[in-house]
């Protein structure tokens, strides 16, 4: 697909675009993970009616980028050092790393406030990570086990199946619904509150009845959980 670049302008930043045109009534912009813009216009629109309409929707464009950005950012601005904060359940815990001797067990444990992780390679933040990664998915495993059965049960009237739930590690979604009937959950969601939780965990449920996006999927979701919206925001906002 030919694709031509342009740019609008947004307060003090430059919006650039790329714009393609088919044979469809409206024009749709789309803003994708490698925060690209592309817009697709009716065609024959001219280029000053686009550009409008870009402009229009620019604070909308620039959210879309800050959301994957945060997304980039989530995993490689941690050195794991002493000091750092981490979060757990939506609260945020102060990361202490601490050396121990060679024969000591490693463990990671809440204390208070503060994240400790006792490691036998205190300058290894490689091995820093690996542990606290192997203690938040193990958390992970045990809260969503908790949450997955409180929601099913809450959820009985609706005659939703009750599918298999497992953790699974996803660079861009929270949760999924797969074609074989299982339900996905990324062991990162255990870093937010417990109501963003449940929120992906009825998403995906509602997608064992209706697998699309459409007015019936969001339907039974509003219904379930009429302050969805609220929840989904907080889980995009809280990195
Ligand atoms: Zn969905």
Avoid at 114 to 123: G, N, Y
Avoid at 135 to 142: I, P
Wanted: charged content about 30%.
């Amino acid at each position: 697909m030919q694709a031509n670049e342009h740019t609008v302008q947004y307060g003090t930043r430059e919006i650039g675009f790329k714009l393609t045109y088919s044979d469809r009534k409206t024009l749709e912009i789309a803003v994708y993970p490698d925060k690209s813009v592309w817009v697709t216009a009716p065609m024959g629109s001219s280029l000053d009616k686009i550009r409008g309409k870009v402009t229009k929707r620019s604070k909308w464009i620039v959210k879309q980028k800050r959301y994957f950005e945060r997304f980039e950012q989530s995993n490689q601005q941690f050195e794991y050092v002493s000091g750092e904060t981490h979060r757990y359940l939506g609260r945020q815990y102060r990361l202490k790393v601490i050396p121990i001797d060679p024969g000591e067990k490693e463990t990671v444990k809440l204390k208070g406030r503060f994240l400790r992780i006792r490691t036998r390679q205190k300058e290894n933040s490689h091995h820093t990570r690996q542990l606290l990664n192997r203690w938040y998915r193990a958390h992970a495993a045990h809260k969503f086990d908790e949450r997955y059965k409180l929601c099913l049960q809450n959820l009985t009237k609706y005659e939703i199946p009750q599918p298999e739930m497992k953790l699974y590690r996803m660079k861009k979604r929270w949760g999924s619904y797969t074609p074989s009937g299982k339900i996905l959950l990324n062991p990162d969601l255990v870093k937010h509150p417990l109501y963003c939780i449940d929120y992906v965990i009825i998403h995906e449920l509602c997608h064992t009845k209706y697998p699309n996006h459409d007015k019936k999927f969001y339907h039974l979701l509003s219904k379930i959980l009429p302050d969805w919206q609220k929840r989904k925001h907080k889980l995009e906002r809280f990195h």
